[in-house]
Nanobody, 119 residues
């Protein structure tokens, strides 16, 4: 199973930018879809963005479209989430996840990284 480790979280002012990274190891990422999710205090975990590793097809939650960009670095086996024009409501723990392309459920998760956006 793939192992995932996030980094890059922190504190940023509203309107600023952060880039999260998810380093993957343990198996090839071919045949996988990689996703970013987030969970704010008192709320359920929600989908943010995903990318199919092999053909780089992307999907975004409406709340982040136009502000966040998911991408991959295949030489580094890393998935990135570039977050621009951050808003206080983006404050959450962000998780990287992986699933097989034909599966509905993500079955590999990182430990999460905190993103805090101040107004």
């Amino acid at each position: 199973q793939v192992q995932l480790e996030e980094s890059g979280g922190g504190l940023q002012q509203a309107g600023g930018s952060l880039r999260l990274a998810c380093a993957a190891s343990g198996r090839t990422l071919l045949g996988l879809t990689m996703g970013w999710f987030r969970q704010a205090p008192g709320k359920e975990r929600e989908f943010v963005a995903s990318i199919r590793w092999s053909i780089r097809t992307t999907s975004y939650a409406d709340s982040v479209k136009g502000r966040f960009t998911i991408s991959t670095d295949k030489t580094e086996n890393t998935v990135y989430l570039q977050m621009n024009n951050l808003k206080p409501e983006d404050t959450a723990v962000y998780y990287c996840a992986a699933r097989r392309v034909l599966d509905r459920e993500y079955d590999a998760w990182g430990q999460g990284t905190q993103v805090t956006v101040s107004s």
